[in-house]
């Protein structure tokens, strides 16, 4: 029990002394590789990496963008199976996301008004 604790009080030290232009460089990295991705049409790769982005920079109008985008690229209008339903709302929830830290981001507007319509 002792052990685990200590392991915590090490790993949350770290943690909290971690520069931030080094989080700031892994959530380029991995807007980067996402990009590529993204590219490729490798969409579900694509989304493991802007996640990651948004989880290390969650102001990062651009990381959601392309998640938000990456889940679109996901969604067949029509098809009412669970996973690809959750696939839209996952791709609402981020264009929302865009909105909240940009309100006048009409790409987001639009394409969420887009799925929500569909």
Known sequence: MRRVFGNAVV??????????????QLADSQLEQGFQAYKD??????????QGAASLDP?????????AASYTQQYIPGVHTPENLQMGQA??????????????SLEASKASLTLICK
């Open 11 to 24: 790993v949350l030290a770290l943690f909290c002394c971690f520069p931030a232009s080094l989080w700031a």
């Open 59 to 67: 102001q990062n109008k651009v990381a959601h963008s392309y998640l």
């Open 91 to 104: 791709a609402i929830e981020q264009y929302h996301i865009v909105l909240e830290l940009d309100p006048k």
């Open 41 to 50: 049409a490798r969409y579900q790769e694509a989304i493991q990496y802007f």
